[in-house]
């Protein structure tokens, strides 16, 4: 393994996906860094040093880091000790394989291209109440809106009147072929 590529994705032996996300320098001995980033619960970043991530991937015939992950968090969570027991329960909650519903319709809702299904999931979050602001805006800016401040209700409405416009005006028909 000669190159670290920003983007490749990796398994843990818990099944759990991590990404790598770009190189970097430590500041305290100037030693190569590789980042990976945890692509479930909290998108944790971590850093391990280059030579080890290239050991580790090398030792694992690079079909994935299972040790390089697990030994990283293993390090990471002895040095914050005082946080692990809150850490670990959040990880065991997401490790069950069982998202939130809130996290699941809001991927259901990135996922789609139909904007019908859009218009029907951002209404179910809605009537749930599981839209705050940071949701609004995340999904506005899934689709290119911009979306004023202002009471979360008329936020709401406005979103749901640009998906509806969208899902009036811009079918596949034409597209196809």
Known sequence: MNQIIPGEK????GGRLYQVTCTAI?????GDLVIIQQLF???????????RFREKMKAAGHTGNEALVSDSRSRLESE???????EKAKEDSIDTGEGSPELNDMLSFLDTDDFEEKFRIAKRMAEQNEIDDTVLDNMAASLDFIIDDGPIENRIDELLHCIATRKRFETTRLRNG
Do not use: H, M
């Open 80 to 86: 914050t000790a005082g946080e692990v027991d809150d």
């Open 26 to 30: 430590s500041a305290s001995d100037e």
């Open 10 to 13: 990796y398994r843990d032996t």
């Open 41 to 51: 619960g909290d998108f944790l970043r971590i850093a391990v040093p280059k030579d």
